[in-house]
């Protein structure tokens, strides 16, 4: 992953921006006429000012006091690097505690990375005014040196990648690399300058591919991923006049300002998913936001200039996948990735990085959306009590926070109340009055966590329905260390299997789960159902003698405007573990001892106190709310101090052994051992006081539980006349009807090839492993004459029309034309696909009829001429599914119904509503309304809206609808 670094101005550019600040702040966009034509030594002299202002913080006061201090932070930062100069005659290394060189480094690529990469901060500090270091001729002389040196023995276009780290070299050190050399333009030998830019080329020709042309490896660059690329590209064409160079980088960044609609990139519902299957908005989102606005701001006003219909797509991804995002200056953790453990960085920084480019992005925008945004980012600012925004801010962010803070003009924007839904990537946001809920869900889309890079070691569980609660009250709950102290099986709001997990390195259990349900509907942007069918992770190394059962469960979460409902059912394990639903598990940091009430009597503080409590009807805990217990069964209760250090959860970058101390208190329903058909009910109210909690538990009416099994899960809320229901099978309740009479339920089928319906026909068949491959195996073979055959047999309960799906992991050695032939209900067909690409997905090869217990399967054979053939895993999807949310309210005349497809793989589905009296109704042009007497039917066309909701309403009084009538 890319690191982020915030930007710095010039005191002309500032000045000339539509803010008009007094100290230094961030870049003013240039008019077109700023710079001269392509290929013109102007242009290129103005755009490597830009950018070099851009990353020194350029002309500003060094003596304002905020300044000065992130002036300091920088000397601080390089006076160790200067200090680690190695000055011997014969030297192989330019620093000397960071080998460099193959054969030094044992063939890791990351200490020739970080060479660089210091150079560039000491390169940074030569040009910043105020620097100690500021024109030093001997740092000057050392980086010089050092450049050198690095090109001859580590980095040049005779060099190898000669590791599998492509990231290191292709980005990490590209990007630096000509950074410094746009810095240091006029010190460095022309040749010599050339000789450096020339190895950016050898390693990125082309920064729409990661890999070199001749690697096996070579794949289409996305997401952040094509930013870095482009940046690197871009900014190596500036430091070198060759407007070629440039031309090629800006081309490939346009090409990323597109919605995705599958695999890495960002999505229209504000979704960011890198790596094909791992939410991070929080981390690789971060730099494709921070580095568009850097490369936005160097184009500005040259030849190169992103036109408006770019600049509009980078507006409104601000106010789809960034704001939104934000819990009160926050980024979640459930879409920072294997970021959480990186020590240095919280949910804080994250969230400052968001601060910091949404300002720079403000100067760019229309008056009114910039004057939104900066109310905004000041009301997070303000609110921010957990740490100082400012501090290890470079010149760029300390100048642009504080002068948004100093202006009165600007008034701070309340924390939002409401739902959004982010179906793409299985995640959720509630948020009510000083409070939020966010759910993080893993699917056959989603993976359940990733680990790489020695990151994320024990974030197995943080897809399977984790409920991270904040408070605004208490910014610290997941910045406070919590990742190496909090017990890895107890993530708050998860249904687990008890049993231990290994690390797995370099992988990611992305696509465990066979399951597509996860998300749900909102209503007017309020209330929502949302809902996980959820298949547990489990161990499925080569080395394990048998892969034992995961743990099964449907999960929903009922949303209203001050609690939310916490439904669980269907829940199976066979382990031979236990299995366990965590309803809290607070972080109460170093000291705390916040009183717990069980039933209105309070519970011992002492740490390492438990009790079980038989029925419980209310929890409170002091500062965060309270916890209505719906249902009967026992609630275990833990408070301990849990000792971990950062070396615990990751092994990249000389993690801190030091021993972390943290406080919790820790609340679960105890499912037992290889339970069948658990469930669990709870409410949450978060901020509530314990006299409101008991009252909520007096009272039944406040909320209804309508159903709570592995079909249907429901409540309705009387005062709100709302009914929030997960159908995850057809069904009927509180009048709401799933599909049509007598349809069937089509289930979705999925034969992996670890799976016993997988079998070796004939021929010899290996098999390799890795995150990219379903279920982390897949099984194949060489080119040959169909003699090699591996057979998926389907095993199909329910007669009807399903969409055959085929998942690959594609690479350059594939064959392009590898013959899947499926036996189905009318015969045989062969179809052929080309291996080499669209891999890591379902590809669908066509849809077909199967009979239930019918000879149904679908073969790979070797009958290929150009290269390897895949077996990895086959899907069968309903062409029309039932499964789906609703959220239903009455009031005012008016009954609104709003219905998602969570599984966003159904074509149809059809609703019934057994409500009478409704004349009219106005709906989205998905819905089609079939009746409204003597029950109300509609159908909801889904083709392709990935899980989007869909509203009508429907009104006792007449009305126009779209048709006239």
């Known amino acids: 992953m890319s690191e982020h670094h915030d930007v710095g101005v010039s005191r002309r550019q500032v000045l000339a921006g539509a803010a008009g600040l007094t100290v230094a702040g961030f870049v003013g966009w240039p008019s077109p006429a ?31 006091p905020a300044l000065a201090q992130a002036v300091a932070a920088l000397d601080e930062r390089v006076r160790p690097y200067v200090a680690g100069i190695e000055r011997s005659p014969d030297r192989t ?29 000491m390169a940074i500090a030569y040009r910043t005014p105020g620097s100690q270091f500021e024109g030093d001729a001997n740092v000057l002389t050392d980086i010089l040196a050092g450049l050198e040196l690095w090109n001859r023995l580590a980095y040049n276009e005779d060099q190898h990648e000669f590791d599998h780290r492509w990231w290191q070299w292709e980005i990490g050190a590209t990007r630096p690399l000509a950074t410094t050399c746009s810095l240091l333009h006029e010190h460095i030998p022309a040749e010599a300058r050339e000789r450096y830019l020339a190895a950016i080329d050898h390693f990125v020709p082309d920064p729409r591919y990661n890999y070199p042309p001749d690697s096996p490896r070579r794949v289409v660059s996305d997401g952040a991923n094509r930013i870095d690329l482009c940046q690197a590209v871009m900014v190596r064409g500036v430091a070198g006049n060759n407007a070629e ?58 030849p190169w200039d992103l036109v408006g219909a770019e600049k509009e797509f980078l507006f409104d991804v601000v106010d789809r996948a960034y ?48 004057a939104r945004w900066r109310s905004i980012v000041k009301g997070w600012l303000q609110r921010d009590t957990w740490d100082d925004p400012l501090e290890g801010a470079d010149v760029a962010k300390t100048a642009a926070v504080t002068q948004l803070l100093a202006d009165d003009s600007v008034q701070p924007a309340p924390e939002p109340t409401g739902h959004t839904m982010f179906a793409n990537m299985a995640r959720a946001i509630h948020r009510g009055r000083g409070w939020a809920l966010a759910i993080a869900m893993s699917n056959n889309r989603i993976g359940s966590y990733e680990t790489l890079n020695g990151e994320n070691r024990k974030g197995w569980h943080m897809g399977a329905g984790a409920a991270y609660l904040y408070n605004y009250s208490d910014g610290g709950q997941y910045s406070d260390s919590y990742w190496p102290t909090v017990d890895p099986y107890r993530i708050v709001g998860t249904t687990v299997d008890t049993q231990e ?15 597509s349900f996860t998300g749900g509907a909102v209503l007017d942007g309020a209330f929502a159902a949302v809902g996980m069918d959820l298949e547990g992770i489990v161990d499925r190394r080569d080395s394990v003698p048998e892969v034992l059962p995961p743990v099964r469960a449907k999960k929903s979460w009922f949303c209203f405007d001050d609690f939310v409902v916490a439904l669980g059912a269907g829940i199976t394990g066979g382990s031979g573990n236990r299995v366990e639903t965590i309803i809290e598990n607070r972080c109460l940091h170093t000291d705390g001892d916040n009183a717990l009430i069980i039933d209105g009597t309070r519970q011992p503080a002492r740490q390492g106190w438990n009790e079980r409590f038989a029925n419980p009807q209310w ?14 069964g026992a609630v275990d209760a833990i408070r301990e101090e849990r000792t971990g250090s950062w070396a615990d959860v990751t092994t990249n970058n000389n993690p801190p052994t030091d021993p972390i101390t943290r406080r919790y208190l820790t609340l679960w329903y105890d499912h037992g051992i290889d339970p069948t058909e658990g469930t669990y009910a709870y409410l949450l109210a978060p901020t509530a006081t314990a006299a409101r909690t008991a009252e909520l538990a007096d009272d039944p009416g406040n909320v209804q ?11 309705r809320v009387p005062r709100l006349g709302i009914t929030a229901a ?66 998926f047999r389907l095993d199909v309960p329910t007669s009807g029309r399903y969409s055959v799906q085929a998942w690959w992991f594609a690479f350059d050695n594939r064959a392009t034309n590898t013959p899947f032939v499926i036996r189905h209900a009318d015969g045989e067909t062969t179809v052929r696909v080309n291996q080499r690409v669209d891999g890591s997905a379902w590809n669908e090869l066509g849809t077909f009829d199967f009979t239930a217990g019918g000879d149904h399967y679908i073969e790979v054979t070797n009958d290929a001429d150009d290269g390897y053939v895949v077996a990895d895993a086959m899907r069968l999807a309903p062409v029309s599914a039932a499964p789906c949310s609703v959220v239903m309210q009455e009031r005012a005349g008016e009954l609104e119904v709003a219905v998602a497809d969570p599984t966003h793989e159904a074509a149809s589905f059809t609703v019934s509503v057994d409500r009478a009296g409704y004349r009219s109704w106005t709906a989205d042009d998905t819905i089609t309304v079939h009746g409204i007497r003597p029950l109300i039917t509609f159908s909801v066309n889904t083709r392709g809206a990935a899980g989007a909701t869909h509203t009508v309403t429907f009104h006792r009084t007449p009305r126009t609808r779209a048709d006239g009538t």
């Open 34 to 64: 700023a710079v001269a034509a392509p290929g013109d030594d102007e242009t290129f002299a103005a755009m490597r000012a830009t950018w070099n202002d851009f990353v020194t913080g350029g002309d500003f006061d060094p003596t304002d």
């Open 93 to 121: 290394r330019v620093f000397t505690d960071l080998p460099m060189t193959e054969q030094e480094s044992n063939g890791d690529s990351r200490t020739m990375k970080e060479t660089v990469l210091w150079l560039q901060y």
């Open 245 to 302: 160079r440039v031309t090629t980088a800006r081309d490939a960044l346009a090409e990323a300002f597109v919605y995705a609609d599958h695999g890495s990139g960002i999505y229209r519902d504000g979704s960011f998913i890198q790596h094909k299957w791992i939410a991070y908005n929080g981390g690789y989102g971060l730099v494709f936001l921070g580095g568009n606005v850097r490369l936005l701001n160097l184009l500005a006003g040259s």
């Open 323 to 370: 704001i939104p995002m934000m819990i009160d200056g926050q980024i979640p953790s459930m879409v920072a990735g294997r970021t959480i453990t990186r020590w240095e960085r919280s949910e804080h920084t994250g969230g400052h990085g968001v601060e910091g480019n949404v300002l720079l992005l403000s100067q760019a925008a229309d008056s009114a959306t910039a």
């Open 501 to 515: 997990l290994p690390h797995r390195p370099d992988g990611s259990y992305a696509h465990s789960m066979r399951t």
């Open 619 to 632: 929890a409170h805990l002091e500062g965060v709310g309270g916890y209505v217990f719906l249902g009967d």
């Open 705 to 715: 539980i309508l159903a709570n099994d592995p079909r249907v899960q429901a409540v």
């Open 726 to 791: 997960s159908f995850f099978d057809t069904g009927s309740v509180d009048g709401i009807s799933i599909g049509e009479p007598g349809s069937p339920y089509l289930p979705t089928i999925i034969v992996d090839d670890d799976d016993p319906g997988f079998e070796i026909v004939s021929g010899s068949w290996a098999r390799s492993n890795g995150f990219l491959r379903y279920l982390e195996n897949q099984t194949f073979t060489g080119p040959g004459d169909g003699s090699a055959v591996a057979r």
